[in-house]
């Protein structure tokens, strides 16, 4: 991941780039849930998704270290949402392997990425 102070636009910043590459897979694994689910989980699972990358740009598009540091929480907020929306479809039967097992992975690596940029804005801040 580039320093944090090399950073000149969120695109740069691998964990929007893998945010986005989750928003991707949710989209896709939801295209196969039952049509009931359009206006309820499928919405949810989408919502929570696109509000990872989303705050992540909109943190690092702010001017200062504490606005960041909140918009990066309002991120591992929505992958603690969207971990659990995911382990209810797994429950319902709506989505299994390879593609649970896959999301996961890939929020909990999220959440690990996060609080390692969060560390590192604490640190710098004092």
Known sequence: M???????????????QKGMALVKDIYRVTETFPTAEKYRLTSQLRRAAVSVPSNIAEGQARNGTGEFLQFLSHASGSLAELETQILLCVDFGYCGAPSAPRILQQIMELQKMLAVIRKRLVSSSH
């Not at 580039?2 to 929007?16: A, D, R």
């Open 2 to 16: 580039p320093e944090m102070t090399t950073v000149k636009h969120y695109k740069e910043l691998q964990i929007w």
